[in-house]
């Protein structure tokens, strides 16, 4: 799998496989809202709306371009303009119906599309991950990758929503993207065949000449638990006395299976805080039950590592459970709480914020490494399915220093030749 470039991006509730990255998890359910303040309508406007109608006025009675004036579009675009002064960039988000529609394929672990999370840097999209043997990854897609041209067309001032729905298209079907690799300095052009994804939240292997198992957790979806549950049981009957477990590029899912996957390598405590806008905590104890509660353990993490595998690095970290090796996080963690409106568009609006068990915020500042290490630009993130295939020297010359470390840190690392 492609390597983490080292960008700072901002995640989007909309990703380009049609699955949505829920922050650190969406409530369950939703809620209706009244009618939104309305020009004559009951409610008592701001005084700050005279100007928002004032412009409204001028536009309708001078814009040159008279079939441009969709009021729907303009509503939309009014919204889309006010979440994104709230300063909560890739989390709280306004959604179309039909984005909407969309967005009611969770976070099944199954996916159509080209496999890949989608995110801006410096106002331009920018692939924030391919998830691990997706169309998007075989393609040669890198984490980092600005995102130029989609079949031809130029989207680096397109909203992020109108550049998921170019890139979206029918099981089979081709799309081409140009891209711009910073941190090589070049550009390139990729066609990639979009397809149905199936993707195991959690895989494994044993680590060639060890004793240690590595645990690629590549998502938080719903089947995260029990893909957890069943990597570690066989690894632990393959003779695994260690666990790496791998969070790398993993941009989190759901909040159940974030406290569900933690409280596996957990023997008590709590997964994290929970604080609403009056600074009123809540915690989220550790499930009892835990199948890696005593197995020495290292966990990997980078910028590509967000919300719930911030929720499970800083968990492991506060519980002093293991070693995080690694880059800085992302820094999420807002809890986004669907507010349906009338026409069967959705708010997603974050109203509370996740806490690490000792009560570091995560959001906007992200979980450090214990030990830091960065990865060569050419290197690639090794997976259980490459491991799998390597002998204990070509282990040892790989460019994953990040893995060589943590096998270090178990005393495993294998001898070079």
Known sequence: MNR??????????????????????VLIGSSGVGSALWRGGSGEEPEQFGVFWQAWDIVQKNFVDRDALDPTAMTYGAIRGMVTALGDEGHTAFLTPEERERQQSDLSGTFSGIGAQLGVRDQLPVIVAPFDGSPADQAGVKAGDIIIKVDGQDVTTLPLNEIVALIRGPEGTDVTLSLLRPDENRSLEVTITRGEIKVPAASWAMIPGTQVALIRLSQFSANALPDVVRSVSEAKESGAASLIVDVRNNPGGLLEQAISVTSQFLKDGNVLLEEDAQGQRK?????????????????????????????????????E?????????????????????????????????????????????????????????????????????????????????????????????????
């Open 321 to 417: 459970r293991g070693k995080l090796v690694g880059e800085t996080t992302f820094g999420t963690g807002t809890v986004l709480q669907p507010y349906i409106l009338e026409d069967g568009s959705a708010l997603l609006l974050g109203t509370r914020q996740w806490l690490t068990p000792n009560g570091r915020l995560i959001r906007k500042q992200g979980i450090s490494p214990d030990v830091a290490v960065e990865l060569p630009i050419e290197a690639d993130l090794l997976t259980p399915e490459e491991i799998e295939g390597m002998t204990p020297e070509e282990l040892s010359a790989s460019a994953d220093t990040q893995m060589l470390k943590a096998l270090e840190l178990l005393g495993a690392r294998p001898p070079a030749e």
């Open 4 to 25: 983490w470039v080292k960008v700072l991006v901002v995640l989007v509730v909309i990703a380009l496989v049609g699955m949505t990255s829920l922050g650190a998890g």
């Open 283 to 319: 915690a989220y104890a550790v499930e009892s039950g835990g199948v890696a509660t005593d197995l020495p353990l290292v966990v990997l993490i980078n910028p590509g590592s967000a919300s719930s595998a911030e929720i499970f690095a800083g968990a492991i970290q506060d519980h």
